[in-house]
């Protein structure tokens, strides 16, 4: 069992993972304008910004689901890192710093799940 503090401060860290990344890729889904431009500049169509927002919205849902949340942090970890490195490598490290900043939180997340792994 977890003490209080470290459990409610995961659930903290999964609710503002869950606004983040539902506002996130729901903007990526209605194709804010934004997320347009930032996806034509790296090169890799439209159809990834709707691959990512579904990611994004399917991994904050995951959040909550019991035996499976370590596969939601692991797919945000995963999409974040991705995010890092386009923008270390591709759109400049001017933005990177929340795209950063929710890789770790998610990596927090998967670490304290991780007995729900199949490797675990």
């Known amino acids: 069992m977890l003490p209080n503090a470290q459990k409610y401060g995961l659930i903290a860290i999964r609710a503002?993972?869950?606004l983040a990344?539902?506002?996130a890729g729901l903007a990526k889904l209605a194709g804010v304008e934004m997320m347009v431009q930032t996806f034509d500049a790296a090169g890799v169509?439209?159809?990834f910004r709707y691959l990512t927002g579904l990611t994004e919205v399917a991994g904050a849902i995951l959040l909550w689901v019991p035996s499976i949340q370590f596969i939601g942090a692991g797919l945000l970890t995963s999409t974040m890192i991705g995010?890092?490195?386009a923008h270390l490598f591709i759109l400049g490290t001017a933005t990177m710093a929340p795209a950063l900043v929710l890789s770790v939180l998610s990596a927090i997340l998967a670490f304290a799940h991780r007995k729900q792994s199949p490797l675990g």
């Open 83 to 85: 995010a890092v490195l």
């Open 16 to 18: 503002a993972l869950t």
């Open 21 to 23: 990344f539902v506002a």
């Open 45 to 47: 169509g439209q159809w």
